[in-house]
């Protein structure tokens, strides 16, 4: 297998441009997204159909499900709210369609994966997997040698060994015999890792390695204001965070 595996884009198509074209020298079989295709950012409609295009197998998140009415937005904080009412308004009804089709968990058997956007445990209360607490309790509620996931935009690879023990790795690691993993691949469009770049993994049979890419920050901040969107979004893309 050889897959370039992509989360929480949330509406920014130069973060994507920019990443797409990263992978296409890469010799990947498929593309794997895992959700939040919109929310934030001021590109909803070409970000849904770049995915569509380009992705083998979609996933999606929870602002993708709240921009369809699909999901509570009770819980997003007030700027999150507002991005998401401003996409409801702006998705064309092809999109929202496309949408609407992606499941938000999916199993892809013949590489023994899981892809899921939160959390395998519970994929529908959007909780977030944070602290080896997490990692241990949701190991438990998959069966897959490799669970990828996205949402909180914080990339990480966590191993556990035969044993039981987990290990953190950072930017890479190299895949042990017996030991299963779960891998966050960051976020496309609204890193929060204090790294302003497009972030996305690439996994293969040998092991998984965490990408950056350096993309046009101000141009989708320039589009971001034009569109009206709330001031900490644009501010928080250039900080990554
Ligand atoms: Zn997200």
Known sequence: MRYAVLSDVHANIEALGEVLKDVHGRNVEGVLFLGDAVGYGPDPNEAVSALGKN?????????DRAALGLADIESFNPVAKAAILWTAEALSEENKLALKRMPIM?????????LVH??????????????FADAEDNFGHFIQRICLLGHSHMPFIVERLPGGELHIHKGKC???EGSRYIVNAGSVGQPRDRDSRACYALLDDEGVELIRVAYRVAETQRKMKKAGLPEPLIERLSLGM
Do not use: M, R
Not at 118 to 131: C, D, G, R, V
């Open 55 to 63: 992705c083998s197998v979609l996933l999606a998140g929870n602002h």
């Open 106 to 114: 999916e199993a892809v058997k013949k590489d023994d994966i899981l």
């Open 118 to 131: 939160s959390t395998p445990k519970s994929p529908e209360e959007w909780h977030y997997l944070l602290t």
């Open 174 to 176: 190299a895949f042990q």
